[in-house]
Every structure is written in C-alpha cells, then in structure tokens.
C-alpha cells in the first residue's frame, strides 16, 4: 500500500518550510526555516549544544488532526519518556507560524535520523525537520514525499 501524500494527510503540509523554531534554552535560539541557516545561527545553535545533526520531531496532533491540549500533554510526555529511555540529549522546541498565531511543542533531539522518522511514525505525525549539520529539511514520516530543502527555492 503506498503511503498518503502530505497534502492528503494534512491540508497545512504547504506551510510546514515557513515554520520558526525558538529553542527554550538560555539564551533562547530562533531559527526562521524560511531563510538560510547565517552562521550566527550556527552558532548559537552549536552554543546550546546542537552544532552537528538533530531532529526536530512532536507528538502533538496526530496525522494532522488537532487534539486537545490534554492529549497532546500526554502525547508530550510518552514522547519524553521514550527519547529519556533511549539516552536521547533533547531540549525543547517551540515549532511555530511566522505570526506565533501557532506552536506545536516539540523537542530538538541528538538521535539518527532512521530513529526520528521511526518515532514520528508511531506518534503519528506526517513529518519531522531534519538539520544535518549545515541546513534543514521536512523528511516524510507517514507521508510518500522526498525529503524537502529549506528554505524551499525561491
């Protein structure tokens, strides 16, 4: 059976290269996936400790359904429980429109990207960002769709 593609799995999939990460570390890191990764960002990035590949991966609203703060609470915490469980280093991660009108929590994870599309698929979610060292990308989970390069050409 093939997989769906995103836009079949969820109507947003065209706004996922706009999303703005901020990092909930001290100092606070924001990087704009609608804009090449500057070294300063680099830098900072690399300053809380995620200078070489990583994940950025939720469990918040399964296939692209939105679900009660409750629930994706709880979809939060199993997802913490099975990234502490596997010694995984994580911070958290607001993902977020350009306009902040929308987060989804997320956690920024120092795992192998097989590991993040492997949890993504059984929380259910259409994708994850992948950085791999030097720029991110939207690698499909539950979707059939090659990886996509940010920021997406212009």
Same mark, same amino acid.
């Given at each position: 059976?093939?997989?769906?593609?995103?836009?079949?799995?969820?109507?947003?999939?065209?706004?996922?290269?706009?999303?703005?990460?901020?990092?909930?570390?001290?100092?606070?890191?924001?990087?704009?996936?609608?804009?090449?990764?500057?070294?300063?960002?680099?830098?900072?990035?690399?300053?809380?400790?995620?200078?070489?590949?990583?994940?950025?991966?939720?469990?918040?609203?399964?296939?692209?359904?939105?679900?009660?703060?409750? @629930?994706?609470?709880?979809?939060?915490?199993?997802?913490?429980?099975?990234?502490?469980?596997?010694?995984?280093?994580?911070?958290?991660?607001?993902?977020?429109?350009?306009?902040?009108?929308?987060?989804?929590?997320?956690?920024?994870?120092?795992?192998?990207?097989?590991?993040?599309?492997?949890? @993504?698929?059984?929380?259910?979610?259409? @994708?994850?960002?992948?950085?791999?060292?030097?720029?991110?990308?939207?690698?499909?989970?539950?979707?059939?769709?090659?990886?996509?390069?940010?920021?997406?050409?212009?």
């Amino acid at each position: 059976m093939t997989p769906p593609s995103p836009d079949q799995l969820d109507p947003d999939w065209h706004r996922y290269p706009d999303t703005v990460l901020r990092f909930r570390t001290t100092p606070e890191v924001r990087v704009d996936l609608r804009e090449p990764v500057s070294r300063d960002v680099l830098a900072d990035m690399s300053q809380i400790g995620f200078g070489g590949p990583f994940a950025v991966l939720t469990a918040h609203d399964p296939r692209g359904q939105d679900e009660s703060a409750e @629930a994706n609470d709880r979809r939060t915490a199993e997802l913490d429980a099975r990234l502490r469980s596997a010694g995984a280093r994580f911070v958290y991660v607001d993902a977020c429109s350009p306009d902040g009108s929308h987060c989804e929590t997320s956690v920024a994870a120092e795992i192998p990207r097989d590991l993040a599309v492997r949890l @993504a698929r059984e929380f259910e979610q259409v @994708a994850i960002f992948w950085f791999d060292g030097d720029k991110f990308w939207i690698v499909g989970a539950l979707v059939a769709a090659d990886p996509v390069m940010l920021p997406r050409p212009v």
